[in-house]
């Protein structure tokens, strides 16, 4: 009869199918210990127990030191490439100190003592030098310190204790002396005497007594010895008394 009928289509959700649920532990279960086996167990703890207790007894009586390995190592150097075959410079040789001595005539009655750098041999200083000889030559009186041209210093001694000096200086390894020639001292000793003494005492065959000069001088002209100023007869009589 010309009627329409909706047909509705019901759909019906089952729900899903889930697999059944697994166990979390799949391994079998495992068998039970005996009672031997639990004893076994137990007594395996207790000694692990007693072992750890006696050890940390011991790390507190004694406090752990440095394993004896360790302390021989030593960390290796790390080598520059750039250096590695460069020769290493070789250490300059210490010189031996030793210094000289030169004695030199400064006066009729005295003589003065000057250190000097020796060659080949390391200068100990003028200073030092000085202080060493004090020491050398304790027994023999220096009179006083003078400046020489060079600029430094130099001891003076008398002349009548230059033996005893020489002697001293001597007897010293690590100084070089640098005496005052024979003849010049042989003369100037004798000279000291008249120097000293303040009248002339001849002291070689050339040389002549004052009463041979005065014996000269008496020769000349009157005349002219009445002309001559006082400083030029000593100049005479200077002149005589050397021949």
């Not at 006696?54 to 790390?59: E, G, I």
């Not at 600029?151 to 200086?169: F, H, P, T």
């Not at 007594?209 to 005065?214: F, H, L, Q, R, T």
Request: charged residues 25%; positive net charge; aromatic residues 8%.
């Amino acid at each position: 009869n010309g009627a329409c009928f909706s047909i509705f289509k019901i759909k019906l959700t089952l729900p899903p199918r889930h697999p059944p649920p697994m166990s979390s532990d799949s391994s079998p279960p495992s068998p039970e210990l005996t009672e031997e086996q639990k004893q076994r167990v137990e007594a395996n703890r207790l000694r692990a127990l007693a072992k750890r207790k006696a050890l940390l007894s011991q790390q507190q009586s004694n406090p752990p030191s440095l394993n004896p390995c360790w302390r021989s190592f030593k960390s290796r150097k790390i080598s520059d490439p750039c250096t590695h075959n460069a020769i290493p410079p070789k250490p300059e040789p210490v010189l031996p100190e030793r210094f000289g001595v030169r004695l030199e005539i400064c006066s009729p009655d005295s003589f003065s003592i000057t250190p000097r750098p020796v060659q080949g041999f390391t200068y100990p200083g003028q200073a030092e030098c000085f202080r060493r000889l004090e020491g050398l030559l304790s027994n023999v009186m220096s009179t006083h310190y003078t400046q020489i041209h060079g600029g430094g210093e130099a001891s003076v001694y008398k002349l009548r204790d230059y033996d005893a000096v020489l002697k001293c200086l001597k007897n010293y390894k690590d100084v070089e002396v640098e005496e005052i020639p024979w003849t010049t001292y042989n003369v100037l000793e004798k000279f000291s005497h008249s120097y000293t003494s303040g009248r002339w005492i001849p002291c070689r065959p050339e040389h002549l007594p004052d009463e041979k000069v005065e014996e000269l001088i008496q020769k000349l002209p009157r005349k002219l010895l009445e002309t001559l100023l006082p400083f030029q007869l000593d100049g005479l009589k200077f002149g005589l008394r050397r021949g």
